[in-house]
């Protein structure tokens, strides 16, 4: 992904640096939903709802970038896949800021299947699968740090000649499939939570 050799403590110790930087995003979501880290300003329900939305819209930019940088690279071409590599990567801190300003500040929402909605008989197989795919989401959400952060940081340090002698290639497969998997049951449960379902807060 970087377009000039680059040196420096970073390149030489991308182990080290991604876990420094795994450790800080853990410690700033773990701190955030045990009220640890108060550095969010309260929002209200309509903000809520409008970072929810928000949440959603970005997550599939998002995935569309990753999928596209990842068939950018799959024909050779290195300066588009860098740049919509490097645009989910910025987009997924934008979601972090918000997941963690509508957690901090605001609510979790948790799902109410009522009479009359779409399938509501079967709303104790339905349940149990949203909670499912939300599981896998936040399982691969949190497993995927690390493994999205090394191939961001060798590719903003090494040249692309030199990235051929990294695992860049190889994590960064890992890192596609289970980033795109993740963001992508993200969207499917918003989408049952907020506009299939209701919700309450919790």
Same mark, same amino acid.
């Given at each position: 992904? @970087?377009?000039?050799?680059?040196?420096g +403590?970073?390149?030489?110790? !991308?182990?080290?640096?991604? @876990?420094?930087?795994?450790?800080?995003?853990?410690? #700033? =979501?773990?701190?955030t939903?045990?009220?640890?880290?108060?550095?969010? !300003? %309260?929002?209200g329900?309509?903000?809520?709802?409008?970072?929810?939305?928000?949440?959603? =819209?970005?997550?599939?930019?998002?995935l569309?970038?990753? *999928?596209?940088?990842?068939?950018?690279?799959? /024909?050779?071409?290195? /300066?588009?896949?860098?740049?919509?590599?490097?645009?989910?990567f910025? *987009?997924?801190?934008?979601?972090?800021?918000?997941?963690?300003?509508?957690?901090?500040?605001?609510?979790?929402?948790?799902?109410?299947?009522?009479?009359?909605?779409?399938?509501?008989?079967?709303?104790?197989?339905? /349940? %149990?699968?949203?909670?499912?795919?939300?599981?896998?989401?936040? #399982?691969?959400?949190?497993?995927?740090? %690390?493994?999205?952060?090394? %191939?961001? =940081? #060798?590719g903003?340090?090494?040249? +692309?000649?030199? *990235?051929?002698?990294?695992?860049?290639?190889?994590?960064?497969?890992?890192?596609?499939?289970?980033?795109? #998997?993740?963001?992508?049951?993200?969207?499917?449960?918003?989408?049952?939570?907020n506009? *299939?379902?209701?919700?309450?807060? /919790?």
């Open positions: 992904m @970087a377009t000039a050799s680059t040196h +403590p970073v390149k030489e110790h !991308p182990l080290a640096a991604t @876990a420094v930087l795994s450790v800080v995003g853990y410690v #700033l =979501v773990l701190g939903f045990a009220g640890i880290v108060d550095v969010f !300003p %309260p929002i329900n309509d903000t809520v709802i409008l970072f929810s939305d928000a949440i959603a =819209v970005v997550n599939s930019f998002a569309t970038a990753l *999928l596209v940088g990842f068939f950018f690279i799959r /024909r050779g071409d290195v /300066r588009r896949h860098r740049a919509a590599m490097l645009s989910a910025s *987009l997924i801190l934008l979601f972090l800021v918000l997941y963690l300003w509508k957690v901090g500040g605001g609510f979790e929402k948790e799902i109410v299947i009522e009479q009359g909605q779409f399938l509501a008989a079967y709303a104790g197989l339905i /349940r %149990p699968l949203y909670l499912a795919m939300l599981a896998i989401h936040i #399982l691969l959400s949190a497993v995927a740090v %690390p493994v999205v952060i090394y %191939p961001v =940081v #060798l903003l340090t090494h040249t +692309p000649a030199e *990235l051929k002698e990294t695992a860049h290639a190889r994590i960064g497969r890992i890192a596609v499939a289970s980033w795109s #998997l993740s963001l992508f049951l993200g969207v499917v449960t918003y989408f049952l939570l506009h *299939l379902y209701g919700w309450v807060p /919790r």
